[in-house]
């Protein structure tokens, strides 16, 4: 009797939510995908069919590639930053320190915050002549940044905003990590007279890794999806020097409303993304991470 | 001797050790700590010459942004009133309903779905193949989902309406909410549920006395983090919205009216900053759990 209930019960619980999924996710998805294969026209005209037009049109547009590159290498400096400044703080919260909870609590502030909110602390802070950030420098002796207004800046800048937000993310994933590793894999090196720094290379490192490196694959998913602080700072300038995919395609879609290219530049960029992630996937469960 | 040379050595160590730690720690904090004093900041101590730190000491608070943000001001006989409380605070409710109402839709549907993953065995398509196809959801960048979605509400006419919002909200966050749901249903030990069903009580039965009241803490901690996200989206609500905003989207719009009115811009991001730090400080056990989706404990 329990057998015959629970084998509904079963789908009761879980078709509502593949269900939901599949009407406000999936079907969305693959009207996207009919979309970039037309041209829509606000108004009456609605969507035309026009093949492969779009993707005709974006194999030319150097204007996606280039924003494709400087997302890629927007991504490689956030996660090499993360990576190493997560590690070498989480290598020092791991010894016995004080306060260690107090450290950690503060640590997790940004990480919540409204991006919006974040991206104006920084603007104030970054501002030319009355930010803090110029200020701290010519202590220094160093000469004030334009961070906003010069090319490079701007993209120093979006970088240095996501790494506040989000290395405390990779400084408490590793920390846990590191102190999962059992007690007794540390024991025979100490009995061997290891000094710590190998200790940490040649043992917490490794054994850490698989862990490091899921976390990792998390961050880059999320850092892919980078908008509101490119439309708070910098709206992508100066130039283009920090228009990255997704900030374009909602100039394409939403500004200019050609919401068929854009529907194909999405698709275009999901594509590449899902090429990389398989690849990071495979090496992934190759060294015994994702679980 | 030797080991005073030691203790001496391990000290140095400390300090440097702490001496890092305390730098990240301001690293941290200032942003907020900086936005927390510019919303109490005047025009003069603003635009002054250099930028001043500390309140009382170089430069004299003043609350007229508060004012504003809190009841509205009167400047010139013209009630002045900030975007947070902007339209007789119709941003502000619009922020809450369409977090709180995604929320309990990703929640209600998370946790029958984490429900299920723990409890039952689904053998057609395997546990994890169902699991990983709800987390998949998460690769999808916002402005793919963007596109469709404008053209799709448009057609319904839901375009500037709250239910889209609530909509695309509800499924933005499902797979985080799923997730963490399932991670705290793990941690519920299966016996006592087993224990009582051999003793003839039904699934059901079990289920209302003996699973609830244990899943009640997973399924508050994931409905604050979905509360969160939802009221700190920004790109959907300004695609899907004109004027029906939240919060986020008022915000942006800040910048450029008559100048950068700092003072004004960081009260209202105070507000906006409000529930994530009451978040962060209610639930930090777990705020490391939920973002990992489950990878590591880290409480």
């Known amino acids: 009797?329990?057998?015959?209930?629970?084998?509904?019960?079963?789908?009761?619980?879980?078709?509502?939510?593949?269900?939901?999924?599949?009407?406000?996710?999936?079907?969305?998805?693959?009207?996207?995908?009919?979309?970039?294969?037309?041209?829509?026209?606000?108004?009456?005209?609605?969507?035309?069919?026009?093949?492969?037009?779009?993707?005709?049109?974006?194999?030319?547009?150097?204007r996606f590639w280039e924003a494709f590159r400087r997302t890629l290498g927007y991504v490689l400096a956030l996660i090499v930053f993360q990576w190493i400044l997560g590690t070498f703080i989480a290598a020092l919260l791991q010894k016995n320190i004080k306060g260690k909870s107090i450290f950690r609590v503060c640590y997790m502030f940004p990480m919540l915050l409204s991006p919006i909110a974040v991206a104006y602390a920084f603007k104030m802070i970054f501002d030319f002549s009355r930010g803090p950030a110029n200020h701290f420098l010519r202590l220094f002796g160093v000469a004030p940044v334009e961070w906003l207004s010069g090319s490079t800046p701007a993209f120093i800048t979006l970088v240095i905003v996501d790494v506040w937000q989000w290395t405390p993310f990779m400084i408490l994933t590793i920390l846990a990590a590191f102190e999962n590793i059992p007690q007794q894999m540390y024991e025979a090196a100490v009995v061997d007279g290891a000094k710590p720094f190998r200790i940490f290379w040649r043992i917490t490192l490794p054994l850490a890794l698989p862990i490091v490196m899921t976390v990792t694959l998390l961050r880059t998913i999320d850092a892919f999806k980078v908008f509101d602080t490119i439309y708070i700072l910098t709206g992508g300038g100066p130039g283009r020097s920090t228009e990255l995919v997704n900030f374009y395609i909602y100039l394409v879609g939403f500004r200019a409303f050609n919401l068929g290219y854009g529907a194909a530049m999405s698709w275009v960029q999901l594509f590449l993304i899902i090429i990389i992630f398989t690849y990071y996937i495979r090496s992934l469960k190759r060294i015994g991470g994702l679980r | 001797m030797a080991s005073n040379h030691h203790k001496i050595r391990k000290t140095g160590r400390n300090i440097v050790t702490y001496s890092f730690l305390i730098v990240w720690l301001i690293f941290a904090l200032f942003p907020i700590y900086w936005v927390a004093i510019m919303s109490i900041k005047d025009v003069g101590s603003v635009y002054g010459t250099l930028p001043t730190y500390i309140p009382y000491i170089d430069f004299q608070p003043c609350f007229r942004a508060w004012a504003r943000v809190i009841g509205g001001a009167s400047v010139d006989g013209v009630r002045v009133v900030s975007p947070v409380l902007g339209r007789g605070a119709r941003y502000l409710i619009n922020s809450i309903l369409v977090a709180g109402g995604s929320s309990v839709i990703t929640v209600a549907l998370g946790t029958l779905a984490g429900y299920a993953l723990t409890r039952f065995k689904y053998r057609r398509i395997s546990n994890d193949g169902i699991a990983f196809f709800i987390l998949s959801q998460r690769i999808f960048p916002p402005v793919a989902l963007a596109v469709p979605f404008f053209i799709l509400f448009a057609w319904a006419g839901m375009v500037d309406e709250l239910p889209s919002l609530i909509i695309v909200y509800s499924i933005m966050n499902m797979p985080i909410v799923t997730w963490i749901v399932k991670e705290f249903f793990n941690d519920i030990p299966k016996e006592i549920e087993e224990a009582a069903m051999v003793d003839g009580s039904s699934r059901w039965n079990t289920l209302l006395k003996i699973f609830i009241p244990l899943a009640i803490p997973g399924v508050a901690v994931a409905f604050l983090f979905s509360f969160v996200f939802a009221w700190n989206e920004f790109l959907l609500a300004l695609v899907l919205t004109f004027e029906n905003n939240t919060l986020p989207v008022t915000m942006s719009g800040m910048w450029n009216v008559r100048g950068p009115r700092y003072w004004d811009i960081a009260a209202n991001a105070m507000v906006i900053m409000l529930p994530p730090l009451v978040v962060t400080i209610l639930a930090n056990k777990y705020i490391i759990k939920g973002l990992s989706l489950g990878a590591v404990d880290g409480g």
Do not use: Q
């Open chain 1, 1 to 62: 009797m329990t057998d015959r209930s629970d084998s509904t019960m079963k789908y009761i619980f879980i078709v509502p939510v593949l269900a939901y999924i599949l009407v406000i996710a999936i079907f969305p998805l693959l009207f996207s995908l009919f979309l970039s294969l037309s041209r829509w026209t606000p108004g009456a005209r609605g969507l035309e069919f026009i093949g492969l037009d779009n993707f005709r049109a974006l194999a030319g547009d150097s």
